[in-house]
């Protein structure tokens, strides 16, 4: 209670600017933290939490969630790399109705392949990055070919150049979402990884959503200094379907607001292997991510990640060996950075998207495509905010 108690004295102590909300005012508190002291006493650690408890600024109390175990099988399950969901511990927060925080249910090693996906092959074409409005098609075409050696030798060579992979911010797939229009169309669609999809829908089965489709992902890369901005995820079509987040890497502090920004937001930690779901009254909530912490003795990584992906896989598994070298690549990335992957249903079942007013707007929208995609002057400093921040 001490540390909670100082957290949020602090919070307390930090000067309105003119014009600030309540969420903008915590999250610029968190964004100037000092990690290892007591301010960080109001942020909710679901991986070591006790059920009804009250928390820190925008205090909720702690609450279990509960699964539908029979949706998804042991042997699924460990398809996807997940351990029996009856072994998964679930929680939500009072007056958050939808909400469900699920701490690191992968089984030992298999985030392995998560993260090697992200940095290996989820940045490749034809998928869109934001790399692509400053750089010709045929300069991204296989970031990791390009960076991975950058990457291997980065603790020996510092003061080297940032590789392609390390200025990577954020790669969307399946329905590409348009920055500029806020919207997704049909004619801006390529295959959804297959893997990520299976993923996907195991945890939504879990969370009640059996009939989930990934039919959207946005991947963002954070680095140590990075941050996402206040937003709502609210150009999907259909807003009854959840939003699922998969964090790997370093942690980092993510912000739950209310409908209104002027509702005080709740703070909790996101670690290595964390699965958020936001559905139902908390689908379009407010947002935002103000820090992403370093490891407590330098550059490491988080203890989950040091063990090996083990080699005998199910014979039907979607997950994929990953060898000692490419995983030296993924670790030395993930030594001062994190990935985090938001999958979402875009249409309704039977739904299609509405018809533009004219051919016209139907050309401007199909042109502003990757070669449009811009992260400058964004709320988020690195990373790429999700949509409609």
Same mark, same amino acid.
């Given at each position: 209670?001490?540390?909670?108690?100082?957290?949020?004295?602090?919070?307390?102590?930090?000067?309105?600017?003119?014009?600030?909300?309540?969420?903008?005012?915590?999250?610029?508190?968190?964004?100037?933290?000092?990690?290892?002291?007591?301010?960080?006493?109001?942020?909710?650690?679901?991986?070591?939490?006790?059920?009804?408890?009250?928390?820190?600024?925008?205090?909720?109390?702690?609450?279990?969630?509960?699964?539908?175990?029979?949706?998804?099988?042991?042997?699924?399950?460990?398809?996807?790399?997940?351990?029996?969901?009856?072994?998964?511990?679930?929680?939500?927060?009072?007056?958050?109705?939808?909400?469900?925080?699920?701490?690191?249910?992968?089984?030992?090693?298999?985030?392995?392949?998560?993260?090697?996906?992200?940095?290996?092959?989820?940045?490749?074409?034809?998928?869109?990055?934001?790399?692509?409005?400053?750089?010709?098609?045929?300069?991204?075409?296989?970031?990791?070919?390009?960076?991975?050696?950058?990457?291997?030798?980065?603790?020996?060579?510092?003061?080297?150049?940032?590789?392609?992979?390390?200025?990577?911010?954020?790669?969307?797939?399946?329905?590409?979402?348009?920055?500029?229009?806020?919207?997704?169309?049909?004619?801006?669609?390529?295959?959804?990884?297959?893997?990520?999809?299976?993923?996907?829908?195991?945890?939504?089965?879990?969370?009640?959503?059996?009939?989930?489709?990934?039919?959207?992902?946005?991947?963002?890369?954070?680095?140590?200094?990075?941050?996402?901005?206040?937003?709502?995820?609210?150009?999907?079509?259909?807003?009854?379907?959840?939003?699922?987040?998969?964090?790997?890497?370093?942690?980092?502090?993510?912000?739950?607001?209310?409908?209104?920004?002027?509702?005080?937001?709740?703070?909790?930690?996101?670690?290595?292997?964390?699965?958020?779901?936001?559905?139902?009254?908390?689908?379009?909530? @407010?947002?935002? %991510?103000?820090? +992403? =912490?370093?490891?407590? $003795?330098?550059?490491? #990584?988080?203890?989950?990640? /040091?063990?090996?992906?083990?080699?005998?896989?199910?014979?039907?598994?979607?997950?994929?060996?990953?060898?000692?070298?490419?995983?030296?690549?993924?670790?030395?990335?993930?030594?001062?950075?994190?990935? @985090?992957?938001? %999958?979402?249903? +875009? =249409?309704?079942?039977? $739904?299609?998207?509405? #018809?533009?007013?004219?051919? /016209?707007?139907?050309?401007?929208?199909?042109?502003?495509?990757?070669?449009?995609?811009?992260?400058?002057?964004?709320?988020?400093?690195?990373?790429?905010?999700?949509?409609?921040?």
């Amino acid at each position: 209670m001490g540390k909670m108690a100082a957290a949020l004295g602090s919070v307390a102590t930090l000067a309105t600017e003119p014009g600030e909300d309540a969420f903008r005012k915590l999250f610029r508190f968190y964004r100037q933290i000092r990690p290892g002291t007591a301010d960080l006493g109001g942020v909710i650690d679901f991986s070591a939490t006790h059920t009804s408890r009250d928390t820190g600024p925008g205090a909720h109390k702690v609450v279990r969630s509960q699964l539908n175990v029979s949706s998804v099988s042991e042997h699924d399950a460990r398809r996807a790399g997940l351990q029996p969901v009856s072994k998964w511990r679930a929680y939500g927060l009072e007056g958050y109705p939808g909400f469900i925080f699920i701490p690191n249910p992968f089984l030992p090693g298999y985030q392995w392949h998560w993260v090697k996906q992200c940095l290996k092959f989820y940045s490749q074409k034809p998928n869109v990055c934001n790399l692509d409005k400053h750089m010709a098609n045929e300069e991204t075409q296989d970031l990791w070919e390009q960076s991975k050696e950058f990457l291997r030798c980065k603790e020996m060579n510092k003061r080297r150049p940032r590789s392609l992979l390390e200025k990577l911010r954020w790669v969307t797939l399946g329905y590409h979402y348009n920055w500029d229009s806020k919207k997704y169309s049909a004619d801006h669609y390529t295959p959804f990884p297959s893997d990520l999809a299976f993923l996907s829908e195991q945890v939504a089965a879990a969370c009640g959503f059996q009939d989930f489709r990934a039919e959207a992902g946005i991947l963002n890369y954070y680095h140590l200094d990075s941050t996402l901005g206040i937003h709502v995820d609210r150009s999907e079509l259909d807003h009854s379907k959840p939003l699922l987040s998969f964090s790997f890497g370093q942690s980092a502090i993510f912000l739950l607001g209310g409908l209104q920004r002027d509702e005080t937001p709740t703070a909790m930690f996101m670690h290595s292997g964390d699965i958020m779901v936001m559905s139902g009254s908390s689908r379009l909530l @407010n947002h935002a %991510v103000p820090r +992403v =912490l370093p490891h407590p $003795e330098g550059e490491g #990584l988080p203890r989950c990640l /040091e063990t090996p992906l083990p080699a005998d896989l199910p014979r039907d598994s979607v997950v994929e060996p990953c060898s000692v070298q490419d995983w030296q690549v993924c670790s030395n990335y993930l030594k001062t950075a994190r990935v @985090n992957m938001t %999958v979402r249903q +875009v =249409l309704a079942t039977d $739904e299609d998207f509405p #018809l533009e007013p004219t051919e /016209e707007n139907k050309r401007d929208l199909s042109s502003s495509g990757s070669c449009r995609l811009d992260d400058h002057n964004s709320q988020i400093k690195r990373a790429r905010p999700n949509p409609d921040s």
